[in-house]
């Protein structure tokens, strides 16, 4: 190879280098604007009335059920076991356990159908995603129309041995 090729490449190896350089701006290193972080779902849509593990029940709604349910029986908390659970949408923001004269949000709502047992008993609650729980029990027991499906399931009390 001649020495004025050998310049020549070299020159153009230059010119090239110098017009990139001039396509890029010399200002100051722009960043972009923070977007929303958006709220994390945990669990993938299923079909409604499918069953879940409990495992895979949000946490906040877990804590929820339990924190109820030994309120309403009067345990501790550690007595309380949930025992079944499926992922369904409510039609609106009662849950399925309507107030009379209370407005709902009138949008779907996912959410859970829990049963909580314990020694004393098992109620079944009706939740949403993000650890919002309700017992259609308690308006049943005051005469309001509930769910059928979760009146209280309680355990008859003990018997006692006949005398003799």
Not at 11 to 37: E, F, M, N, W
Request: hydrophobic content about 40%; overall charge positive.
């Amino acid at each position: 190879m001649s020495k004025s090729l050998k310049i020549l490449i070299l020159a153009g190896v230059v010119a090239a280098s110098a017009a990139c350089a001039a396509d890029t701006p010399l200002t100051p290193r722009q960043i972009a604007p923070p977007k929303r972080i958006p709220d994390i779902e945990t669990l993938t849509p299923l079909t409604a009335g499918e069953p879940v593990s409990t495992a895979l029940i949000p946490l906040e709604v877990r804590r929820a059920v339990v924190a109820d349910a030994a309120k309403r029986f009067n345990v501790a908390e550690s007595a309380v076991v949930l025992t079944r659970a499926e992922q369904l949408t409510w039609s609106d923001g009662s849950l399925g356990c309507p107030e009379p004269g209370v407005m709902y949000t009138q949008m779907l709502v996912a959410g859970f159908r829990v049963v909580a047992k314990t020694s004393a008993g098992e109620l079944t609650y009706h939740t949403d995603s993000r650890g919002n729980a309700v017992s259609c029990n308690a308006r049943a027991r005051r005469g309001d129309t509930g769910d059928d499906a979760s009146a209280p399931h309680t355990l008859p009390p003990p018997r006692s041995p006949p005398d003799r």
